[in-house]
Nanobody, 114 residues
Framework: QVQLVESGGGLVQPGGSLRLSCAAS????????PGWYRQAPGKQRELVAHITISGGTKYADSVKGRFTISRDNAKNTVYLQMNNLKPEDTAVYYC????????WGQGTQVTVSS
């Protein structure tokens, strides 16, 4: 069973940056479309960025121009570089495949506050 382990979250001031990592055991992300999701308190989980099957990237309007998703196939790891963070980015961040998703990991908490 594939396990997803997210890391890299923390407390950061508005305008700051964080880099999240998501490691999948086995061949978790191969031949799929890995993405980063987030869930803020009292809100539904939303997709913020993903890598398409063809290798392109797509972003939610709320993070476009600030977040960058990437992958390292050799390490079976997906990253999310987050710049110019805003308080509204505060959430628990998760990764998973868009198609046939695995069991969700524990996520990593990102808090943007002064």
């Amino acid at each position: 069973q594939v396990q997803l382990v997210e890391s890299g979250g923390g407390l950061v001031q508005p305008g700051g940056s964080l880099r999240l990592s998501c490691a999948a055991s086995g061949s978790g992300f191969s031949r799929n479309a890995p993405g980063w999701y987030r869930q803020a308190p009292g809100k539904q989980r939303e997709l913020v960025a993903h890598i398409t099957i063809s290798g392109g990237t797509k972003y939610a309007d709320s993070v476009k121009g600030r977040f960058t998703i990437s992958r390292d196939n050799a390490k079976n790891t997906v990253y999310l570089q987050m710049n110019n963070l805003k308080p509204e980015d505060t959430a628990v961040y998760y990764c998973n495949n868009l198609f046939l998703p695995f069991t969700w990991g524990q996520g990593t908490q990102v808090t943007v506050s002064s």
